[in-house]
């Protein structure tokens, strides 16, 4: 069973919105701190925002402002919405542990494609 599930991902005009969701097949969200990291083509994956215990948020210089994690520990859910997207946030979106990626957690990721 996989662990984690993204979805949410699609192909959006600059200046659109979409809303990324990270499905947990159990029940750690409660304990454990999750980010959103991304990969744009032919780079090494980065974190772009994480959320961890009291809900105290991080978020890397080029997506703050624009982006908001947040999570729903009854429904095991981790989301980022992301507003006014640009080309350079093209790439595609995985949840995961932080500090640390537990390397078996990696799950599909979601594609979003920012373009006009």
């Known amino acids: 069973q996989v662990p984690l599930v993204e979805s949410g991902g699609g192909l959006v005009q600059p200046g659109g919105s979409l809303r990324l969701s990270c499905a947990a097949s159990?029940?750690?969200?409660?304990?454990?701190?999750m980010g959103w990291y991304r990969q744009p083509p032919g780079t090494q994956r980065e974190l772009v925002a994480d959320i961890r215990a009291g809900d105290i948020t991080n978020y890397a210089e080029s997506v703050k402002g624009r982006f908001t994690i947040s999570r729903d520990s009854v429904k095991n859910m981790v989301y980022l919405q992301m507003n006014s997207l640009k080309p350079e946030d093209t790439a595609a979106y995985y949840c995961?542990?932080?500090?640390?990626?537990?390397?078996?957690?990696w799950g599909q990721g979601t594609q979003v494609t920012v373009s006009s």
């Open positions: 159990r029940d750690f969200f409660k304990i454990t701190s």
């Open positions: 995961n542990t932080v500090p640390d990626p537990v390397s078996s957690f």
